[in-house]
């Protein structure tokens, strides 16, 4: 079954790329590596079936068609909207993060 692409938007990248340095600051290099890997399986998982995450933080924050779903073996969640023809990713972020602060944050979505 062929999936749509996964695409992260800025704000995505740079949580995926705080999150590593994190791991990687801590002397966690093989957690910063499991982090990767076990997103890529997440991107993966939601590119064939974009309807599994939970709509919780889509009523929450009446955002319809928000959706999460969490990276294996770590305390985040990918926060996404299914397009029609691909993934879009707003953000990675830790599961303890105040969700809607981030809606705050100046830029995207």
Do not use: C, N
Not at 23 to 37: I, K, N, P, S
Not at 67 to 94: C, G, M, N, Q, T
């Amino acid at each position: 079954m062929k999936g749509k692409p996964v695409i992260p938007r800025a704000l995505a990248v740079r949580d995926v790329d705080d999150a590593v340095a994190y791991y990687a600051g801590e002397g966690a290099e093989q957690a910063a590596l499991g982090f990767v890997d076990a997103l890529a399986k997440a991107y993966a998982h939601l590119s064939r079936h974009p309807a599994s995450g939970i709509t919780r933080f889509a009523l929450l924050l009446e955002l319809p068609g928000l959706r999460s779903w969490p990276v294996s073996r770590f305390p985040y969640l990918v926060f996404y909207v299914e397009r029609a023809d691909h993934i879009d990713v707003w953000r990675v972020l830790h599961g303890g993060r105040d969700v809607a602060a981030w809606m705050q944050e100046p830029g995207e979505p």
